[in-house]
């Protein structure tokens, strides 16, 4: 699942609809023009979001089309079903035909670009492609409880959430349901839909089925678990030996589509990609690894959240490796190996999280 970030979440359950507490790079681009450039030219026209860009050029609907297409026959993520969703066939997902949403609302837990004032608005579908034997959210993603809702609904969702001051859409787990939220998208900018979307991901992507998003997703939010194939098998319900190749295919297509985040002059995300890491204990996710691919794959300016929430779920008490919290020399050390990586845009959080552990250490 793609939500590992922190609590401070205020939600809307389904039905009753209360509220409760619950860089740019030096060489030039393909154009000959810099990548400083081109976002000082952007950065002077008023915002709007990718997907209204797309609606205008007439291609938005075709998009959508293409989508559901894939789902007769569902091949939307690595797993490759090949099941007929739209006749009501389940593959490994348990993904139905329409999305099943389990709740919205802003989320003031995020990334700190994301949350702002008004929060991040967060939708959670239910269900999930990845099923982490350590799943933070395991019952939305593993036993899929939430409610049905049709492309209509989950339009007037997001508008709810841009009316109660929310600074984008932020979907969780939202690979099974691809094609339901860009429809969903399509029919809510006609009704004024203007935030940014944040497409919340554990990862697990087809890179050929993102080319889809490109120009309708304006923040990518991926996380990277593993490097290590055999640790991504053992730690998976069902097993994704190709989870830290085909993710990081993936991710490298994130960013060509989006490239580095960009902010507004209050510091909320606009575009970019962010990614997140959950530091493991015992090295499992490899961070050492994890920070050099970003560094010298990506870029350094790459805004990289390295998380230290890491606690014993659902699973992970079965394994014996994973079945403790992390300590703070386990996340110094992870920390530490990411600013010598020379990676500069690390999430605020963790580098006060750093300094938690750092005092811990030394008391
Ligand atoms: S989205 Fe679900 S049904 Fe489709 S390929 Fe992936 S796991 Fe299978």
């Not at 919340?200 to 194939?229: C, Q």
Request: proline residues 4%; glycine residues 10%; negative net charge.
């Amino acid at each position: 699942m793609g939500a590992t970030g922190g609590g401070g979440l205020l939600l809307y359950t389904l039905g009753t609809g209360f509220l409760k507490a619950c860089g740019w790079v030096e060489e030039p681009d393909t154009d000959g023009v810099r990548q400083e450039d081109q976002e000082e030219k952007e950065a002077a026209q008023p915002w709007e979001p990718a997907y209204a860009k797309l609606e205008r050029e007439g291609k938005l609907a075709g998009r959508i089309q293409e989508a559901y297409k894939i789902m007769e026959e569902c091949r939307l993520c690595p797993r490759r079903c090949g099941v007929n969703r739209l006749e009501g066939e389940k593959g490994f997902c348990q993904g139905v035909q329409k999305a099943v949403v389990n709740v919205y609302g802003p989320h003031f837990g995020e990334e700190l670009p994301l949350v702002g004032q008004g929060g991040s608005g967060t939708i959670f579908f239910s269900n999930c492609n990845l099923r982490c034997v350590f799943c933070q959210n395991w019952p939305i993603a593993h036993l899929g409880l939430g409610e049905e809702v049709d492309d209509e609904e989950l339009a007037r969702m997001m508008l709810k959430l841009q009316k109660i001051g929310c600074h984008n859409i932020n979907l969780v787990t939202p690979t099974h349901v691809m094609p339901h939220i860009i429809s969903a998208v399509r029919i809510a900018l006609k009704e004024g839909l203007t935030l940014p979307l944040c497409y919340n991901t554990s990862g697990y992507e087809r890179a050929e089925a993102m080319k889809l998003l490109d120009g309708i997703v304006d923040i990518y939010l991926p996380d990277l678990k593993f490097m290590d194939g055999m640790q991504a098998q053992r730690y998976n319900l069902a097993a994704a030996a190709d989870y830290p190749r085909l993710t990081r295919e993936a991710i490298r297509e994130m960013y060509r589509q989006v490239g580095n985040l960009i902010t507004d002059a209050g510091g909320i995300a606009l575009r970019g990609l962010m990614i997140r890491h959950l530091v493991m204990p015992n090295r499992i996710a490899g961070t050492e690894e994890f920070v050099r691919w970003v560094a010298e794959s990506l870029s350094q300016d790459t805004y990289v959240n390295i998380m230290a929430q890491y606690r014993v779920e659902f699973k992970a008490f079965e394994y014996e490796e994973i079945a403790r919290a992390i300590t703070s020399e386990e996340f110094v050390e992870a920390m530490e190996w990411a600013l010598e990586a020379g990676l500069s845009n690390l999430d605020q959080r963790s580098l006060a999280q750093l300094a938690i552990h750092r005092r811990q250490l030394s008391s």
